[in-house]
Every structure is written in structure tokens, then in C-alpha cells.
């Protein structure tokens, strides 16, 4: 595999870098919430500044329709000056003249800061117009975003047809990252959680034949549930899962190496919950979270693992009675990781998790990327990763 990394260019100075970063955080009344991204993006910033360069920060946040206060991305821009301790000018456009004269003015190693991407209508419709429009007056483009990778957006595709292009440090460390999870030492062991088998079926099914086990939790394993013909009550299911899930049957006998929760957590009518096995589910009931044989069960595969990778929930576990089985999962695999097992994790419910048990140092890669993570991993398209990674 070969990456056109930024560190391949020797001369930065003064030379003007338009940046694309997912700094795409969660926000409350104009308050960041959560600034991991931003600080997982902080190498690359120090790098090109440290280099001379002029430097255009552009993100997105959010999927607005039209412009508001709600996702502007100033508190985005304030954060990084606060982490950067240096100045960071932001400015409320993102395209025009302001920009332009604001770049022109530049010195090396300043940097200014879009607005939200997404206030432009051509950013969705990856417009030839619009990119070519972010590329006027700079020099080299870097995409850092690799988790809007597999998205086919101008900031991070269109754009390559006006400029040089290159991967930033962190979208560099996470295809390092994946491609051992695609060229893993064994036993190979997947968790995967959330809701949507669309989303993930692609995975199950890529990795399928490296994989030694694949343990199945939260609203995916309902759907399994579902198509066994098992009693679900009120759980959540994906709607138009049974096409997806067949994939895993052979009539209804399940591929061997996937591994379903052989007891759950439900919420009743009474909204007490209780451990029932996935047989006994009335209707009334809602699963919400894997129980206590199931945890037991994949622990024993998690701790015989060389290689391990997480995405999504294994229930409902922003309530306390049903965090159980994440949090114990999350434990798991940072027990296992970082020396005796490769992990990696993704998704942002799941990186959620495991910040609740405290032990994200002792996993080997946290990703900034859910859908992408799945999207690569799964050998699916990746507009932002056509002619910087081949």
C-alpha cells in the first residue's frame, strides 16, 4: 500500500496548506462536550505551523440543512486555539473574498479557521465548483478526515482535482491501524454492537473468513433473534434487516463463527430489568442489554485473542441498569489490548463506553471514525482515500 503522506514534501515554508479535518465534536448550547477529535488532530496542525506553512483549518459539523448559530463551527476554533495555546483566527465564511484577502495576508505558521462546511450546499453535492472554489490561492491540500472518508463530499474529494494532495498524520495512523486489523495476527476476534446490519453486514461478511469468532450484541443481535423466529417484544430492530441477516443462515442455522448473546438484559412492563434467555422474551419486553452468561462466554473468546476490534454497544448503556455488558466488554478488550492483543475500537458510542471504564490508554488504537471504519474495513468505496492512498 503505498500513502502520499505530507511528510514526502520538504518545504512547507510559507507555502499555503488547506487542511481538511473531521473536528465534527459533540456540542450543548455552543459547549464542546467531547474534544477528542480535535486533540487527535493536533500532530498534524503542530507539524505543517512547526514547518512554516499557511495554514486553512476546515471541518464539518454536524448535517445541517442551512446555516445556524446551533453548528457554526467557531467553538471548534476556540478550542484549538486553547489547546494549541496560539493564535487561531476564525472566520464565518468559508468561501469569497473575506477568505481569500484573509489568506493572502497570512504569515508562516498562522492559522485561520472555516466556518462549517456544510453552510455550503456544494460541499454535499461534492461540486467541481465549490472545490475549486476552497482551492483558490493555496499551494497542497491534506485530508486528516478520515472518518468523512467514505463520503464523497468536495472537501475531501472534488478537491484533489485542483491540487496536490496528500494524507495528514493521523489519517496515515489510521490505515496503519486498520490494515492490521485486515492483515491480523490470530485468533482474530470482532465485536460489534449498535443498531444497523446494513452498516455492518458488509464488515461480518469481510472478515468473516480471517476471523476466529465474531460476538454479536445490541439491536444487531435482535435481528438475528427476529429472523430465528425467537420472541422480541418491544426491542429495536432494523425494519428491513431480514435480507441482510440471511446472509449469516444456512436455513436457520447459523454461520459457525458468529456468536450471539445466549442471554439478555430486558426492560419489562414494569420497567424492572431482568435476565432472560432470548427463548423466553415476552411481548412486552425490550432487550436492552447482553447478560451475564453471555458476558462470560465472550470473555472467553476475548482472552484467547491476538487481534481484536470493537464497534458499537452491546446494549442500551447510557442507562445504568443495562451498561453492564458494554462496560464489562470495554474492560475486556483494554485488558487484552496493548501487549498480549492488537485492539481497536471505533465508533462514537463505543469510544463513549470506554472512556465510562477509564482504561482507553491501554487500547492499541482508538479510531475517530465509525462509518468509515466500517465503510474501509468492510472493502467499501472511499472517495476522500482515492490518489493520496493506493
Known sequence: ?????????????????????????PLKNGKILEDHKIKAGL?????????????????????PIKPAVAFSAKPLAMRLRTLLK??????????????????KKMKPGEIIFLENLRFQPGEYSNDSKFAKELAMGVDIYVNDAFAVGHRAQASVS???????SYTGLLLEKEIGALQKILKPKKPLVIIIGGAKIKTKAPLISKLYPAASQILLGGALANNFFKFQGYEIGKSLVDDDSAASVKKFFKNKKLAAKIILPVDVVVKTKKGEARVKKPQTV?????????????????????????????????GKFEEPSFKYGTLAVARL??????????????????????????????????????????????????????KIVK
Open 1 to 25: 500500500m503505498a500513502i502520499n503522506s505530507l511528510k514526502k514534501i520538504k518545504n512547507f515554508n510559507n507555502k499555503v496548506v488547506f487542511l481538511r479535518v473531521d473536528f465534527n465534536e
Open 43 to 63: 500532530e498534524s496542525i503542530k507539524f505543517l505551523t512547526a514547518a512554516g506553512a499557511r495554514l486553512i483549518v476546515a471541518t464539518h459539523l454536524g448535517e
Open 86 to 103: 496560539a493564535p487561531v483566527k476564525f472566520l464565518p465564511q468559508v468561501i469569497g473574498p473575506a477568505v481569500n484577502a484573509a489568506v
Open 158 to 164: 472534488a478537491i484533489k482535482k485542483y491540487l496536490p
Open 282 to 314: 415476552a411481548k412486552d419486553d425490550k432487550i436492552l442489554d447482553i447478560g451475564p452468561a453471555s458476558i462470560s462466554l465472550y470473555a472467553k473468546y476475548i482472552k484467547k485473542a491476538q487481534t481484536l476490534v470493537w464497534n458499537g454497544p452491546m
Open 333 to 386: 478488550i483494554a485488558s487484552r489490548a496493548s501487549g498480549r492483543a492488537y485492539g481497536v475500537i471505533g465508533g462514537g458510542e463505543t469510544v463513549a463506553a470506554l472512556k465510562l471504564t477509564k482504561m482507553e490508554e491501554y487500547v492499541d488504537w482508538i479510531s475517530t471514525a465509525g462509518g468509515a471504519m466500517l465503510t474501509y474495513l468492510g472493502g467499501g468505496k472511499m472517495p476522500g482515500l482515492d
